[in-house]
């Protein structure tokens, strides 16, 4: 693919803007979108760092010897029975609950006013996050019997909503989470394309061409095929949009529109690759989802029957 072409047909040498209502729609999305994930983003970071803070502070205790703790000056605190310890296994638990709203939101039509589906998604991954991090400091990083068998259950759901993720983001939603057309795709690419036509003065035809996947996936590929094509995408978006940008220069003065610019490169290099891909990414979900589901229930069993144990055994501050 040859970049540099695109260096001659700049305006003036110089990245301009030009307003239109496309641009217009493409930032307001582009914004929302973004502030949505910075919020995500600190959720996410707070529900491992919490966690990871209270380990550090007591690992002289996590790191002892099991007969050790029990006189460990930090044991009152950190046992699984403890103030910190047990308050760390309640907020995994309502973690863990807080998972299984996700869904009903999906299918209920009630919940479907309680915020959008992207929003909800959000938390479900934070809470996927901290409920096993949360729950191994309840655990006091020690993981036996049927509390061993409850984390690891959950540490796999996580894992799992990781891949599932990375599924998800990978067939293009509206802000609402409503799957988008191919047709809707199709038009959204064209509106990035002509954005930053109008911004940059090149031609979109050439846009359209530089700024298009590469390769067309196989109908034959597998599972792990498709994954493995899916991630060479990825990376391959990454490469097109670096070499757009080498192209149209490092022009300080015009940072802001730069990104602006960038942003909407990455958006159509990507629904290129979707769309090319969506049949395949769909099989692919709908199997993360076959296999994703006993899993879940299975650590929800596990992790229920512990805490029915505990609270009849009165081991509990708080009951």
């Known amino acids: 693919m040859s970049f540099h072409r695109f260096a001659d047909v700049r305006v003036n040498g110089r990245v301009t803007a030009a307003p239109s209502d496309a641009s217009r729609a493409t930032k307001a999305r582009a914004s929302s979108r973004d502030k949505r994930l910075r919020w995500s983003e600190r959720t996410s970071i707070a529900v491992i760092v919490v966690p990871l803070a209270v380990t550090i502070a007591g690992a002289s205790y996590y790191f002892a010897p099991f007969a050790a703790r029990v006189r460990h000056p930090m044991g009152p605190m950190l046992r699984p029975s403890g103030l910190v310890g047990q308050g760390a296994g309640v907020l995994a638990l309502c973690m863990f609950l807080f998972l299984?709203?996700?869904?009903?939101r999906k299918r209920l039509f009630p919940l479907h006013s309680l915020g959008s589906l992207p929003r909800w998604l959000d938390w479900?991954?934070?809470?996927?996050?901290?409920?096993?991090?949360f729950g191994a400091v309840h655990a006091g990083w020690r993981f036996t019997g049927l509390v061993g068998l409850g984390y690891f259950a959950m540490a796999l759901v996580a894992l799992s909503g990781i891949v599932g993720r990375y599924l998800y983001k990978h067939i293009p939603r509206s802000i609402e989470g409503v799957e988008l057309s191919r047709e809707e795709m199709t038009r959204r690419r064209q509106e990035a394309i002509e954005q930053i036509s109008l911004s940059?003065?090149?031609?979109?035809?050439?846009?359209?061409?530089?700024?298009?996947?590469?390769?067309?996936?196989?109908?034959s590929r597998g599972i792990l095929s498709t994954l493995l094509h899916m991630v060479r995408n990825d990376m391959t978006q990454r490469r097109t949009v670096k070499a757009f940008a080498r192209s149209l220069g490092r022009d300080h003065t015009e940072r802001s529109r730069l990104n602006e610019i960038l942003r909407s490169a990455r958006l159509t290099v990507a629904l290129d690759q979707q769309a090319r891909m969506?049949?395949?990414?769909q099989r692919l979900f709908q199997y993360w989802h076959i296999a994703h589901m006993p899993v879940a229930i299975a650590a929800l069993g596990a992790v229920l029957v512990h805490v029915v144990v505990v609270v009849s055994l009165g081991t509990t501050w708080f009951w």
Do not use: F, V
Request: net charge negative; glycine share 8%.
């Open 278 to 281: 969506l049949d395949a990414t």
């Open 200 to 219: 940059t003065g090149i031609d979109p035809e050439l846009l359209s061409h530089c700024l298009s996947a590469e390769t067309t996936p196989q109908p």
């Open 100 to 104: 299984w709203l996700y869904p009903l």
């Open 124 to 133: 479900h991954i934070a809470a996927g996050i901290g409920a096993p991090l």
